[in-house]
């Protein structure tokens, strides 16, 4: 009886697996969950104007973790947009190579994909893959006061700002929904988005200006509802 009785949940639940979460065209997915945004970050050296000059290696950007909102509407069986918006994300800015804190940053990376469900009319798991535009708005900066004190330092700079330019490039994303029954389901998704900047650090004795890579990836683990 207990063999017979366990058979028959396994059955039970391999038949509601299997007809939980098929995607049909007109279905709405909302998702949310943790996501971080890992920087994979490159640089150009900063060049102060002393004498002679002061080369700095760079930049380097921290991770950071928000709530991610993540809607989706399939337009067929197979094809859907998707939007990840996520609360603002806050990144504090360091100089490579030394004990300099140079400041922070927050930013808004809004990504538009189209993507591809290849079992978006069958039930069960559903992975998908993604192309998309990215559009970075990068606000509030913040040079620190230990970027002050250095530069009052070695150039007699009484003021300081930093800067960084909007961002807009492409992305590229993977990522699964794992049915938990016919509505919700857990999340798992990566991307990876080209934002590329120019930051400016400006003094009162003059501005200078460099190249950083942002690149990250961008991972999101959560939940997933289809309405």
Known sequence: MKKAASLALAVSLASGSMFAQ????GDLILRLGATTVSPNDDSDNITLPTDPATVLRG????????????????????????????TPF????????APLDAGSIKHLPPTLSLQWYPRGNSSGWQPYIGVGLNYTFIYDEDASSDLKNALGELLGAEKVDLSLQDSFGLSGQVGVDIPLNENWALNAGVWYIDIDTEARIKTDIGSVKFDVDIDPWVYNFGIAYKF
Do not use: N, R, S
């Open 90 to 97: 806050e990144h504090d800015v360091t100089v490579k190579g």
């Open 22 to 25: 098929a995607y049909q065209a």
């Open 59 to 86: 930049v380097e950007v921290d991770d950071d973790t928000q709530l991610g909102i993540i809607p989706a509407m399939m337009v067929t069986d197979h094809l859907g947009f998707e939007l990840l918006l996520a």
